[in-house]
């Protein structure tokens, strides 16, 4: 085993810019075990008056989410959400067709809005662009945001919620480009849809944010015209466009696997670029900024999955995208987190797709049992306790190799972010060889007073291990594997590991 000599150089004044917290964000739907017997299980010991489980919100207030995407997802597109509002006993059972579900509306958006908040997390709400349009889209904002005196917000106050939800951010329909969502639609018809939906949302409440729908992913055929053509509709109007992209790994090719961040990183360069040509189009002043609200790795259970839709359809919470993560994909999630992070300026949300059961770093046994934590627990939970500040831009020179499709892939990547409150600096790294270890040394002059708080490392030596209930196996741990000495710090970065090198005063 060789060792790869890798060097860093971060200086508080090399800023990228001021984090939005907001990046921290995720996802649930109402798909699969997210919401029923998930976060929301009556019979469950631990559940509160409302039926929320106390253990399940206990470990989503420990990733410190800011901001929570709902209802969908794809379950959104044929959302009623007038369904999920008034008493429980009189909301109808109703066929769900994104997933071919049943969705009982025992949580709707009230309940959903108030759960949020006392789990320290906003709301960010989508619409129905695919089966409904303006006039609905209207109404559900009118019902959330508007005080008082008018149909719609009377009628919440008559559901028990005096006061407005002022949920700020909204969702102008989810993947629109896809041909799976219902009512998907041509970018033309799209673009012209999401400028008059959200020309109308911004006279009822200018206050709130919008995000117009870009691509599904970097490798839909409409990609990137889609952005070019919707937002010359939106510009004026909205203020962020969504991006979305989760990994596979088919091959089980672990190096390739592990060098998809680079395809993140051009997938937002290339949106940065198109807002940018749209803004110059339009002789704009401001930029749109990027929500990349479903980000994630996604494959383990497609099987399973088509198996229940196509053979096993119309169940309530049915157990889907069930993805049980391994450490490698602890890695990748690591990498996507750097790669937002680089990106600090113009990715001003990001939603971890999601939270609870479904795709998600979170798990609860079937039926009420134990609540347990993915691999991919654990690096979100780093970045999220400690990335935030300002981010750093990184100067880093790394031994390059190839993969089966990836090209000049950097045996580590890394980013710093400078919490100039709490005087700390963070480091994080992934050691994305699998064969060799890497000695990095960062430069840190500008740091000047500064010591090793601390460093953190996940690392296996298998990179498939994953973890279970009362069983964990990939769990992160303190090292001695980092020194400071004349304003350098010397770290070993084992090979395939996530680290996380904090310094302060
Ligand atoms: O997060 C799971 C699904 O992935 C969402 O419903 C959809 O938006 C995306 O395709």
């Not at 929301?40 to 989503?60: L, Q």
Request: glycine share 6%; proline share 4%.
């Amino acid at each position: 085993m060789a060792c790869n000599k890798v060097k860093m150089v971060i200086d508080k004044e090399f800023r990228i810019a001021e984090i939005d917290e907001r990046i921290y964000g995720s996802f649930i739907e109402h798909l699969g075990r997210a919401v029923y017997d998930g976060i929301y299980s009556p019979e469950h010991p631990t559940a509160d008056e409302h039926g929320f489980r106390n253990d399940v919100k206990e470990m989503i207030k420990e990733l410190n989410v800011p901001i929570i995407r709902y209802p969908g997802g794809n379950f959104v597109s044929s959302f009623n959400w007038e369904d999920s509002v008034g008493p429980v006993s009189e909301r109808p059972r109703r066929l769900e067709l994104a997933w071919k579900s049943i969705e009982e509306n025992k949580v709707g958006l009230n309940e959903f809005t108030k759960w949020a908040r006392s789990a320290g997390s906003d709301v960010m709400m989508a619409v129905n662009l695919g089966t409904r349009g303006i006039a609905d889209a209207c109404n559900i904002l009118e019902y959330c945001n508007h005080p008082g005196n008018t149909k719609y917000s009377d009628l919440r106050i008559s559901h028990g919620y005096k006061e407005p939800h002022n949920i700020k951010t909204w969702c102008l329909g989810n993947e629109m480009d896809g041909p799976w969502q219902l009512g998907h639609k041509t970018m033309e018809e799209y673009g012209r849809l999401a400028e008059e939906t959200a020309r109308a949302m911004k006279i009822i409440d200018p206050s709130i944010e919008l995000v117009s729908c870009g691509s599904s992913s970097l490798t839909m055929p409409t990609f990137p015209d889609w952005e070019a053509v919707t937002l010359q509709h939106t510009y004026d109007y909205v203020d962020y466009v969504s991006m979305h992209q989760y990994y596979g790994n088919g091959k089980g090719d672990s190096e390739d696997f592990l060098a998809c961040s680079d395809d993140m990183d051009q997938f937002i360069r290339t949106v940065i670029a198109t807002c940018d040509y749209v803004k110059a189009k339009k002789r704009g002043k401001k930029d749109i900024k990027i929500s990349f609200d479903e980000w994630n790795v996604w494959y383990h259970s497609n099987a399973a999955d088509n198996d229940i839709t196509e053979n096993h359809p119309w169940q309530v919470a049915p157990p889907m995208l069930e993805d049980i993560y391994n450490f490698e994909d602890a890695l990748l999630v690591g990498l996507m987190l750097i790669t937002l992070l680089k990106h600090a300026d113009r990715v001003k949300m990001a939603c971890l797709a999601q939270l609870v059961n479904v795709i998600a770093p979170i798990m609860t046994e079937a039926g009420g049992g134990a609540v347990w934590k993915q691999t991919i627990f654990y690096p979100f939970m780093h970045a999220s306790a400690f990335g935030r500040g300002t981010a750093l831009l990184p100067v880093i020179s790394s031994p390059k190799f190839d993969t089966a499709t990836h090209a000049d892939v950097t045996a580590v990547e890394a980013v710093s972010v400078y919490n100039e409150e709490k005087d700390e600096v963070t480091i994080f790294a992934v050691n994305r060889s699998i064969k060799d270890d890497a000695e990095m040394t960062i430069d840190v002059r500008s740091f000047e007073g500064y010591r090793i708080l601390e460093h953190i490392v996940l690392e296996s030596d298998d990179l498939l291990a994953e973890n279970g209930p009362f069983n964990e196996k990939v769990a992160p741990k303190q090292t001695s594997q980092s020194s400071l000495d004349g304003g350098m710090v010397t770290s070993l970065l084992h090979k395939a590991s996530w680290n996380v090198i904090r310094l302060g005063k």
